[in-house]
């Protein structure tokens, strides 16, 4: 029901900016930086289970525009999922630096809204249960820290709500090897980028 409310509001507010015509010539120009932060689930997409487990992700980066109106991203990510055991969540944590390429692939005359896909290398370290081996009922848990590595592919929209200030919703695909706690995790994100020059 949340997730149904936030797509309705964000399908609302692509379908009035979709309406203005107006030419913004403050958009994507080259050498403009911005700051952004991206938050939301991970899998499971914000569903909390009754056995406590979380699913999310936050994200804060640096982007900077390129000529072809192409834009580098500069960021840091922390991901946590929960598996349950015994009626305890074990997280499993993973720290993240991320370089990626994002490419417009299609947006309307005003650039109001822009449809973007994202290449990155991913690259940073995970911990299970935050390096406790033993389980409260004496179980050991066999996944130890360990650094990861791989890659994203993301799709990204970003909805232009003033010539300095972008609403984002990214769906990106990660694939981290290095671990045996799973490679691959979806994450469905909502964000905000400040263009701060």
């Not at 964000?10 to 010539?25: E, I, P, R, S």
């Not at 490679?183 to 964000?191: A, E, P, S």
């Given at each position: 029901?949340?997730?149904?409310?936030?797509?309705?509001?964000?399908?609302?507010?692509?379908?009035?900016?979709?309406?203005?015509?107006?030419?913004?010539?403050?958009?994507?120009?080259?050498?403009?930086?911005?700051?952004?932060?991206?938050?939301?689930?991970?899998?499971?997409?914000?569903?909390?289970?009754?056995?406590?487990?979380?699913?999310?992700?936050?994200?804060?980066?640096?982007?900077?525009?390129?000529?072809?109106?192409?834009?580098?991203?500069?960021?840091?990510?922390?991901?946590?999922?929960?598996?349950?055991?015994?009626?305890?969540?074990?997280?499993?944590?993973?720290?993240?630096?991320?370089?990626?390429?994002?490419?417009p692939v299609?947006?309307?005359?005003?650039?109001?809204?822009?449809?973007?896909?994202?290449?990155?290398?991913?690259?940073?370290?995970?911990?299970?249960?935050?390096?406790?081996?033993?389980?409260?009922?004496?179980?050991?848990?066999?996944?130890?820290?360990?650094f990861i590595?791989?890659?994203?592919?993301?799709?990204?929209?970003?909805?232009?709500?003033?010539?300095?200030?972008?609403?984002?919703?990214?769906?990106?695909?990660?694939?981290?090897?290095?671990?045996?706690?799973?490679?691959?995790?979806?994450?469905?994100?909502?964000?905000?980028?400040?263009?701060?020059n």
């Open positions: 029901m949340y997730m149904q409310r936030i797509l309705f509001i964000l399908t609302v507010a692509v379908t009035l900016l979709l309406g203005v015509d107006k030419a913004y010539a403050q958009r994507d120009l080259p050498g403009q930086t911005g700051i952004q932060l991206t938050s939301g689930g991970v899998d499971h997409f914000l569903s909390w289970k009754s056995g406590g487990e979380r699913h999310y992700f936050t994200s804060l980066a640096f982007t900077r525009t390129n000529r072809n109106r192409s834009y580098w991203l500069y960021g840091l990510d922390y991901q946590i999922k929960e598996y349950t055991y015994e009626n305890k969540a074990i997280p499993k944590a993973q720290f993240t630096g991320e370089l990626g390429y994002f490419i299609l947006s309307d005359k005003g650039r109001n809204v822009c449809f973007r896909i994202g290449l990155s290398a991913l690259g940073g370290f995970e911990t299970v249960n935050w390096g406790t081996c033993l389980l409260p009922d004496g179980a050991a848990v066999t996944n130890g820290d360990c590595y791989g890659g994203g592919l993301t799709a990204a929209f970003d909805v232009y709500l003033t010539d300095r200030i972008v609403f984002l919703l990214q769906v990106k695909e990660r694939a981290l090897f290095g671990t045996d706690t799973g490679n691959f995790h979806t994450q469905i994100g909502l964000g905000i980028r400040i263009i701060i």
